[in-house]
């Protein structure tokens, strides 16, 4: 009986262990997916008063799985405090919450609440966008080659939105 009770217990404590570095990687995702949208997001930065986001350590956090007809279901909850560079008075409250189905789509959605009781959903665009003005002045092509060349400007295209729905293992 003592082999049997040992056999199940240490493939108990692994089947624990196991789950708990799941929800530990569950809580590092949620942390720094939901730090780089309030980074990003120009409506949290003009909350707190522009100015650099400064997103704090986790202070909450709750984790749940589920399996239900193969199907594994993770929900991670955290929250942390956003302050800003320009102004370390002004605080937002942050809590988001990761989903995720079966090791595959994983959703995120970020709030914040400001002292004043005002909740708004932090998705990386936030209204704010980069920052600043940006002008747009159109390329033209006169039909010579050589002269529409010194017309095209390297750029980089930046999407105003995150997909945070797909796994990086994909």
């Known amino acids: 009986m003592g082999r049997v009770a040992t056999g199940v217990i240490n493939n108990l404590a692994r089947k624990v262990g196991e789950e708990y570095e799941g929800m530990y990687a569950n809580v590092e995702e949620a942390y720094d997916i939901a ?42 909850r955290i929250g942390m405090v956003a302050s800003s560079s320009a102004s370390g008075n002004n605080v937002a409250s942050i809590s988001a919450t990761m989903e995720s189905v079966t090791a595959g789509t994983k959703n995120v959605r970020v709030i914040a609440t400001m002292p004043s009781g005002q909740s708004f959903e932090v998705d990386g665009v936030g209204g704010g966008g980069v920052g600043g003005n940006v002008d747009v002045m159109p390329a033209t092509n006169d039909g010579d080659d050589a002269n529409f060349a010194s017309d095209v400007i390297d750029g980089e295209i930046i999407e105003a939105s995150f997909d945070d729905a797909k796994s990086e293992d994909e």
Not at 48 to 71: A, D, F, H
């Open 35 to 76: 730090r780089r949208k309030c980074e990003r997001d120009g409506k949290l930065r003009e909350a707190l008063g522009g100015g650099e986001v400064i997103v704090g350590p986790v202070t909450m956090q709750m984790s749940n799985s589920m399996n239900v007809n193969g199907k594994k279901t993770d929900v991670t």
